[in-house]
Structures are given as C-alpha cells and as structure tokens.
C-alpha cells in the first residue's frame, strides 16, 4: 500500500517532442505528489509539486495531470529540450501524519537534439 | 546559504571497517533524512528525524545508525561495511511533515571492496 510505481524506465524524445512519465500510488490518504529532477552526480530537486484538490498544475514547460479516481499522476514536459535530460522521480507524501516519502524508481529521460 | 550539505563527496571502504557520513543544513528545518540510491530502485529512506532528539527507522535501516547532535546536524554510521552497502547516500531536510519539499544534498558515492 505503501508504494509508488513509476514508468517507464527510460525514455527517449526528440527535441520538441512531449515527454509523459506516469506514477500510481495506491494509498488513498496520500495528498503531496511532487516530482523531482536530478541530473548526473547531483542531489534531487523539485521540479513541480500537486495537492489532489487540483486535477492539474501547469509550470512553464511542466505539468502535472491528477486523476484521483484512478489513483495516477503523470509529469508532462512540453517542448522537451536537450537541457531536459535527467534522471525524474516521482513521490508522494501526506501533509500530515508523516514525515515519510515514497518514492517512484525513477524515468531517465534522454532529450535527442 | 549553502542548503543540505555532505561530507565527503567519495568514499571507498573495506568491508568491515566503520565510517560516519555527515550532513548538516542551514534551512532551520526541523525534519532531516538520509536515504540511499541504487539503480533501479530510486530513494530508498534509511532513517529519519522529524525533530531535534527523535529518530526513526525507514524502509531499509539494517546496517546503520543515525545521530541528530543537533537542529542543523544528522549523521548516518556504518557500523561494519558490507559490499551491498555499496551506493549512493542523499541526506534531506524538510522544514515540518509529509507535504512539504524536499532539499537534497549532493549526495555521498560509497563503494565498499
């Protein structure tokens, strides 16, 4: 109940191209689902963040789709660029409760330019 | 403001020797983590303290211990060495529980031989 999963593994797109990484939790008490970005030899950081209040939260180049009947959330990258290429983690949380994460295995994303 | 720091940025141990990793943040967060990273199966929480003086076990603490010496300051030990603690080690800090972000350090690569 616990977990996070998360897909595909890798992903390959070409400059321009939209990239599209899913996650499904199966706790439903779970209300943080952000996501993170890490690049080679660099810790993770957050890209962009949703509470299941919103079905979408859109920034810059980013969106999170929500979908809390179906218990998935997907991180859309429009335009994807070179610059793009990283390793994206998905997560959630609870706002209280918890100071736990749970983690997705993570979307290594290669942007062709 | 350095955010969550690591020391040190590579280690290489023998199996069976001990080591301390240590983090430190400059946030006044009151929630710090130490996870590990292996591939393929993203962020895995070793222990946590969601305040000064508590710690609490994760998703995979055999192995290791864990001191909070202070509000800025959370060290992760490994007592006796084992290859498969061979990984890449992120400390984290919160300001509070489950929902708010996440800051990562950059990370401790650890081989032990």
């Known amino acids: 109940q616990q977990q996070v999963k998360q897909s595909p593994q890798s992903l390959i797109v070409q400059k321009g191209g939209i990239s599209i990484i899913n996650c499904a939790y199966e706790n439903t008490a779970f209300d943080y689902f952000p996501w993170y970005q890490q690049f080679p030899g660099k810790g993770p950081a957050l890209l962009i963040a949703i509470r299941p209040d919103v079905s979408e939260k859109k920034e810059g180049r980013f969106t999170i789709s929500f979908n809390k009947s179906a218990k998935q959330f997907s991180l859309h990258i429009m335009d994807s660029q070179p610059g793009d290429s990283a390793t994206y983690f998905c997560?959630?949380?609870?706002?209280?409760?918890?100071?736990?994460?749970?983690f997705g295995t993570g979307t290594r994303l290669k942007v062709l330019a | 403001n350095a955010g969550v720091t690591q020391t040190p940025k590579f280690q290489v141990l023998k199996t069976g020797q001990s080591m301390t990793l240590q983090c430190a943040q400059d946030m006044n967060h009151n929630s710090m983590y130490w996870y590990r990273q292996d591939p393929g199966m993203g962020l895995r929480l070793i222990y946590y303290?969601?305040?000064?003086?508590?710690?609490d076990k994760g998703e995979v603490p055999n192995g290791y211990n864990v001191s909070r010496l202070n509000k800025r300051e959370f060290s992760l030990r490994l007592e006796s060495a084992a290859p498969s603690q061979t990984s890449v080690y992120f400390c984290a800090s919160t300001q509070g529980t489950g929902g708010d972000e996440q800051y990562f350090g950059p990370g401790t690569r650890l081989t032990v031989t």
């Open positions: 997560a959630a949380s609870m706002h209280s409760g918890t100071y736990k994460y749970i």
């Open positions: 303290s969601a305040s000064e003086g508590t710690t």
